[in-house]
């Protein structure tokens, strides 16, 4: 296990990681172009397959991040998108950016995880 940890940071260090963005809403989209414009590749995953192919198109839905950013890194080969969950295979890293709301109850509602 510590190999695979230290592989990991490795990997991180040197921007060889893969980084996996799991839903491309508000949150999800500006945080994938961050992570791109930081030199790793980044596949973000959404059930939306219009937002998959705006961002393959290299355009963007979220006013925060502009279209030209987006078109540069996808051009680059640093941003992708899908609706293939297969793809967390290849990932390294992946941070989960869906929808949490609360309950009645005021619990967060996971069902989306």
Do not use: Q
């Amino acid at each position: 296990m510590a190999d695979l940890k230290i592989e990991l940071i490795d990997k991180l260090i040197s921007k060889e990681a893969h980084i996996g963005i799991m839903g491309l809403g508000y949150v999800g989209l500006p945080l994938a172009v961050i992570f791109a414009e930081a030199g790793y590749h980044v596949t973000g995953i959404d059930l939306d397959p219009s937002k998959v192919e705006t961002i393959n198109k290299g355009a963007s839905y979220i006013d925060d991040v502009p279209s030209e950013a987006v078109r540069r890194l996808v051009e680059a080969g640093l941003l992708d998108a899908t609706t293939e969950f297969d793809t967390l295979k290849e990932i390294d890293a992946v941070s989960i950016c869906v929808p949490t709301p609360l309950r009645k109850t005021r619990d967060p509602d996971i069902s989306y995880i």
